[in-house]
RNA sequence: GGGCGGUUAGCUCAGCUGGUCAGAGCGCCUCGUUUACACCGAGGAAGUCGGGGGUUCGAGUCCCUCACCGCCCACCA
């Protein structure tokens, strides 16, 4: 029989999901406990080959931490809630979300066009939408081997997480840490939700600067659209050339009269050096708003267009505005290139548009709080080390509260009433809570009243936005069941400022503690040519085609080999040598497995030399293992495999044929195939079931004391004699290759250079190296330069 | 504008606290069907360690500086 590597897969992805053998097990005692914070993936369409990547690096902690006898709690999770399900299920079922709509439980979504349907009908399709997303995330995890216990999936829609989820943000209602303000507000007008200041991406766009004369001064903007809002001139204080004009008024181009002002804030060198404040055209207005106390005077709708009694264009969109203010004013552009924030999965730039929102504390205007954050953002191990100061970066750059209120439909609903009162006003300062977790305020009546009171004078209201979807999935640890702090979490760079920090932030102020101590962070994908990752690999660049074509255990050997933090190019040629290590472990344990095991096999030297090489490795491979350093593991382990087949294998060969297996070399196979366990799950399994009893991921790790008596004492024998002898057949063998003679031919004479304690150590394996290389006569010539002398006959 | 990481053989990358660190694999070339392995094995060629300064007896390895690549952040009138 022929080792296959593709039948391994769906065999032993199967076996391990009957035995059950990833199992959490909630009765073990924290410390025999490795608890892991699963990135939720958006399952979304088809998976990105750096998705696997990520999770096959977190994977190799777990299971390493598996074999070191803890029981792994290792969750899945979707993170289904938010607006990009929302964006698939509208186009993938041809509908627009109406809250307006009555439910019509007979709904069949036509696939095409952008049918309204009500926001409960909406809802249930973003739910078969993520359904069948799920399915295929799910196929990939587990044909790459990811050790998850499924049994403890869970969803960020789901009923344990909205109910965690509004419990934790009444929870911080009661402590102050959550609150409702009116204010400017960060606002996507295509989707027509608010959104966070940790949501918001600089994009480089065409613009053009207009300059705009306020009875003579002369000011650049990019906005004169928002003219109708502007409420006054800005210069900074010590700016000799506005001096004269600092407390006066002066005229807009629109008739308007504003003040000129004084603030550190508005910088010479832009511009012409004073700036209109325009209610609001971007945060630096929001600030001068605030400090000057100037009026606020929206114009903007939440739909993107001006209002209606906005004079010269009210209705217009931005771009129709911008058009009739320039030609109003006869303005001349002067283009640009400029850097404009717009939400990370918006198509038009965010405006700021004041409304009531919900906002957690975050130490973004609270200097004690934030002092807070970095202390345990210092408390945090981070891997690498470098990725705290991204932690620490964000800290100190919050510029205000987290806005966690959307005016969107899937998501977990704010779970807050508000009365009405006898004249009909809504008291929101008088929210009334729930006494049962999870509730939908759109659709559950609140204690104390009934349903028919739903909007009438002396009843209630509910709330309708749902959270951002970061004030759910900050909650993981929680929502997937572990108390207390968690070992580890991996995840992505580009997610430290909102899952890492969230997270962090939601433990420290619910719980008072951190909610994980190591963070590992992966690199980045790169494309061959350093680009972002593209077609230009062609199509078998999905997980599943990867997986198929080389077979999981190579892409997961591709993964393995860069450690946290590193940047790695895909690369197909890493999965072809991991398809081939792979295969090699099948041969070699096949030939090892194979060799007559008769009663007189018994350790050499040779042997017991490598063993003690295999010592060292092994110690190595777990002192890296135990700092996340996986890929050095692997690296070793990899290294001394490749000399344990080339020189010990061929040396020992003969020797194995005529007397016998040497247990030595049985044990190396043991100790091999568990260190390269956690990289490659299948085909050490399958080598494993061949002369082992149970799953080898449930094997102890190869170490001192737990099983491997011939690893007891790694000064068991110079571990030496294995390189001297493999340096011997090395050369044997060069000199063979150039005479172009088959490794087979006979040696006449091999003359060794050498001191004479090395004489004697090489002695050791004499009879091996003579078989070996096929050589007649083996001599010693003293001296100190070792050196080999190959006479061929 | 600030910060982080990177720049080592054609390619992908190792090289920790300075002195066997000039390495591995792929690719390339040559040879070889040896009773584990042709989804193979053996051997070989190949680099002034991005540029320039400096510290040191000695620097890919430390310092300064410049360039380029990637990323993060920024109050971008």
Known sequence: MKPDLDSLTAKWAERWEADGIYRYDPSAPRERTYAIDTPPPYASGEMHVGTIFGYVQADIIARYQRMRGKTVFYPMGWDDNGLPTERRTQRYFGVVCDPSLPYDPDFQPSMQGQTPVSRRNFIELCERMTAID???FEEAFRAVGLSVDWTLLYTTIGEK????????????????????????????????????????????IRGAFYELDFDGIKVKTTRPELLPACVALVAHPEDERFQALLGTGVKSPLGDEVPVLAHRLADPAKGTGIAMVCTFGDVTDVIWQRELDLPIRPILGFDGRFLADTPHIGGLTVAQGRARIVERLGLTPEPITHAVKFYERGERPVEIIPTEQWYLRNGGRDA????????RGRELIWHPAHMRVRYEHWVNGLTGDWLVSRQRFFGVPIPIWYPINASGFIEFDKPILPNRLPVDPAADTPPGFDAAQRGRPGGFTGETDVFDTWATSSLTPSI??????????????????????????????????????????????????????????????????????????????????????????????????????????LNASRFVLGLPSTVDGSDEALDLAMLAALSRVVRQATAALEGYDYATAL???????????????????????????????????????????????????????????GSIHLAPWPAAGNGDPALLDPALL????????????????????????????????????????????????????????????????????????????
């Open 134 to 136: 799920e399915r295929s």
């Open 161 to 204: 997480a909205q109910a965690v989820s509004q419990q934790a943000f009444l929870d911080a209602l009661s402590k102050g840490d959550a609150y409702r303000a009116h204010g400017p507000t960060l606002w996507d007008t295509s989707f027509r939700t608010a959104v966070a200041q940790a949501e918001l991406q600089d994009r480089e």
């Open 368 to 375: 004690e709080l934030r002092e807070e954050l970095q202390a």
């Open 480 to 585: 997937a069941g572990f108390e207390g702090t968690m070992d580890l979490r991996p995840q992505g760079p580009e997610i430290i400022r909102t899952w890492l920090f969230d997270t962090v932030l939601r433990s420290h102020t619910l719980r008072d503690e951190l909610p994980w101590k190591h963070a590992m962070i992966n690199g980045w994908i790169l494309d061959p040519d350093r680009k972002k990752m593209s077609k230009s690999v062609g199509n078998v660049v999905t997980p599943l085609g990867l997986i198929r074509e080389y077979s999981p255990d190579a892409v997961r050997y591709w993964s393995a080999a860069a450690n946290p933090g590193t940047d790695t190019a895909f690369d197909i040629g890493q999965m072809r040598v991991g398809r081939r290590l792979a295969m090699k472990i």
């Open 635 to 693: 690296d070793l382990t990899e290294r001394f495999f490749w000399r344990f087949c080339d020189d010990y294998l061929e040396l020992a060969k003969a020797r194995a044929y005529e007397h016998g297996c040497p247990p030595a070399m049985r044990t190396a196979l043991s100790t091999l195939l568990r260190l390269f366990a956690p990289m490659l799950p299948f085909v050490t399994e399958e080598a494993w079931s061949w002369w082992q009893e």
């Open 718 to 793: 110079d571990p030496a004699l294995l390189g001297l002898a493999g340096e011997a057949i090395g050369a044997v063998r060069r000199a063979k290759a150039a005479a172009k003679l088959s490794m087979k031919a006979p040696v006449a004479r091999l003359a060794v250079t050498c001191d004479e304690p090395s004489w004697e150590l090489l002695s050791l394996a004499a009879n091996d190296l003579r078989a070996a290389g096929a050589i007649a006569s083996l001599e010693h010539v003293p001296g100190d330069t070792l050196t080999f002398d190959v006479t061929l006959t």
